[in-house]
């Protein structure tokens, strides 16, 4: 029905309509999430078990946060979600692609996102396979290259630098052409499609440790029977909802605070300084990034999203895989010789690298001991490398493939 009315409109051209066979977007579950905490875990849920509880997730997620076509913006007790996402800005990027007769675009995930980051903000677009390193699956809010230490969201300005400047030497693209008003709603949608994440992520974790077999998150039929064991129910939902979107509108105040650098920075002492540094047990630099920098140290571990599918167990990558995950590859730490930086080049960049670490990847935050100094000469050494001749010895063979440093 709402098909031939669309068909209708257009042909009077009002309405650009984007065909009856385009298939309903949806976000999909997060199977693997599920596979891990309920299928194969202290859990064992039978398979109808699954169903009944990823069929109540999905109700509690579209009731809270709409569809890809028609966001919401839950109202959450003791959290002022309003006060960082606005509907109209999630309206812009949602939905299909098209605009006003204004000219303002909408649509704006769909028309340059989807096809990286998929509908879901899974990372797994129909382009994502052929990428290295894939896209960000936004669901775990964990973001890399942020001002915030490791285990908290990224801020707002955090989520524009990336769009603005894109992701160096990476599949990342910048989107420094659309204009700031369109890049916001973008951030804001990034940022919905990540709280959405969560909340289906706490609430299968919920199910799998907190709740008996059988239980349910919420059972609608409670409502007219027993109300105040619904309402129960719905408190711990939003509860853990208001939870997950916290940490988000606290981020402004956890920016970690970047100290002027000292007096000799960058002159050839601290060069010399942040060198002897880069070898030290104290900041093990060299033990992943290796002795020549190259990123040819620790070559074998993986990033957290990876390890979700327990890359060393075969059965269960299998089954991972079969659910749709891609292939796991090892993560590679940086080859500091090219310069290429994909946090940002600026020196309060490679500041917060250093400092807090990069979230969801092997490299971690610098030890209390290292003072900020100290950090600072290191910045000078790093940047210092690119420029830096190195005779190899000569019979020095990288550990990968050299394309791949
Ligand atoms: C051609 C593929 C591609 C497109 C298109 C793309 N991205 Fe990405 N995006 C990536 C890849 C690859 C990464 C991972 C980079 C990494 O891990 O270093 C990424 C990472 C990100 C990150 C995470 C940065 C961090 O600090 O962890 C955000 C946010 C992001 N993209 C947002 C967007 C938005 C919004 C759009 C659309 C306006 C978009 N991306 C379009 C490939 C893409
Ligand atoms: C346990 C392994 C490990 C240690 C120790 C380590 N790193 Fe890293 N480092 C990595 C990995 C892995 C990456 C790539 C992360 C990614 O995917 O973006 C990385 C990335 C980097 C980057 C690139 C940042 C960017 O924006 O692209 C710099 C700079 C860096 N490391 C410097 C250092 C310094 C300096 C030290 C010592 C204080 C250090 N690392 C210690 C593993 C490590």
Redesign the pocket.
Known sequence: MACRYGIGLSLLGLLAFAGCDAPQAEFKPNLLYTRAKLVKSNRDLHKAEVRVQLEDIADILTALMGTPDDPRLPVLPNVDLGSHLQLDQLRRAAGAVGSTQAGTEHGLYRQHCVHCHGITGDGLGPTAPFLN?YPRDYRRGLF??KSTPTTLPPTKDDLHRILREGV??TAMPSFKVLTEDEREALVQYVMYLSIRGQIERALIYEISENLDVGERLIDLSLKTKDPEAFQEQLDVVLAIAADTVAPWLEANENITEVPPPPENWNTAESIAE?KR??FTSL???????GDLAL?D??TN?Y?EWTKELQPGDEDALAEFLALGALPPRN????N?RQG??????RPV??FW??KN??A?????A??QE?TNDQ?WH??A??RSLPYDAIALPRNYKPAVPRERL
Do not use: W
């Open positions: 390193p890399k290259f160096a030497g942040g540094l880069f900041a093990s630099c060299s033990k992943c990034h990123g140290g620790q571990d990033d993560i590679l730490p940086r500091l290429v930086y994909r946090g940002g080049r960049d490679l690298r250093i670490g990069i969801g990847t092997p490299m971690p610098a030890s290292l950090i290191l910045i050494y790093v």
